[in-house]
T-cell receptor, first 114, second 114 residues
Framework: AQTVTQSQPEMSVQEAETVTLSCTYD???????LFWYKQPPSRQMILVIR??????QNATENRFSVNFQKAAKSFSLKISDSQLGDAAMYFC???????????FGTGTRLKVLA | ETGVTQTPRHLVMGMTNKKSLKCEQH?????MYWYKQSAKKPLELMFV???????ENNSVPSRFSPECPNSSHLFLHLHTLQPEDSALYLC?????????????FGPGTRLTVT
């Protein structure tokens, strides 16, 4: 069965600094998608970034980038120039191609210090 | 706002009550999802509907009964719930599973079972 593990329940970063959130997953599939979602306090969860497993190039969205290591089954999120608005729960998720099933990790709470 | 609305936002019910959660998406998506979010646990996928047909049902107790009358509306009917069912219930929608577009989440219904 596929699993997603986020080993950091909570992280802190100074404003304008860089932080990396870790995610590992377990699957025997070769064709799948990985996601990072952000859930701000009392607000709706939104997609931060998406990676297709067959693409070797790491996805990037403005200040957000991933380090996708397929062989190691690792999918970390790097946030550069952290801002106060980045404070949120961050969830890593996996989905096998062709299915509707998404598997989420337990989340990492990110605090941004002014 | 993500284009997915949920009502009510908060619900307190006794174990013998019957209530329903409602979700509506204004995005023209084909798939809709129910998730359960409990503290320090991964999001649990409960049900998935694609074009009003249930395509995923993850061993959810029968006291939870979903209904999808059309591709824009999704309900979760609740009856004889247990205190451990207290959680945040999230609805989401997505465009299509083939390319695994992002899921758009609603704000959730905070359910408390007394």
């Amino acid at each position: 069965a596929q699993t997603v593990t986020q080993s950091q329940p909570e992280m802190s970063v100074q404003e304008a600094e860089t932080v990396t959130l870790s995610c590992t997953y377990d699957t025997s599939e070769s064709d799948y998608y990985l996601f990072w979602y952000k859930q701000p306090p009392s607000r709706q969860m939104i997609l931060v970034i998406r990676q297709e497993a067959y693409k070797q190039q790491n996805a990037t969205e403005n200040r957000f980038s991933v380090n996708f290591q397929k062989a190691a089954k690792s999918f970390s999120l790097k946030i550069s120039d952290s801002q106060l608005g980045d404070a949120a729960m961050y969830f890593c998720a996996y989905s096998k191609r062709g299915t509707y099933k998404y598997i989420f990790g337990t989340g990492t709470r990110l605090k941004v210090l002014a | 706002e993500t284009g997915v609305t949920q009502t009510p936002r908060h619900l307190v019910m006794g174990m013998t009550n019957k209530k329903s959660l409602k979700c509506e998406q204004h995005l023209g998506h084909n798939a809709m999802y129910w998730y359960k979010q409990s503290a320090k646990k991964p999001l649990e996928l409960m049900f998935v509907y694609s074009l009003e047909e249930r395509v995923e049902n993850n061993s959810v107790p029968s006291r939870f009964s979903p209904e999808c009358p059309n591709s824009s509306h999704l309900f979760l009917h609740l009856h004889t719930l247990q205190p451990e069912d207290s959680a945040l219930y999230l609805c989401a929608s997505s465009q299509d599973r083939r390319n695994h577009y992002e899921q758009y989440f609603g704000p959730g219904t905070r359910l408390t079972v007394t």
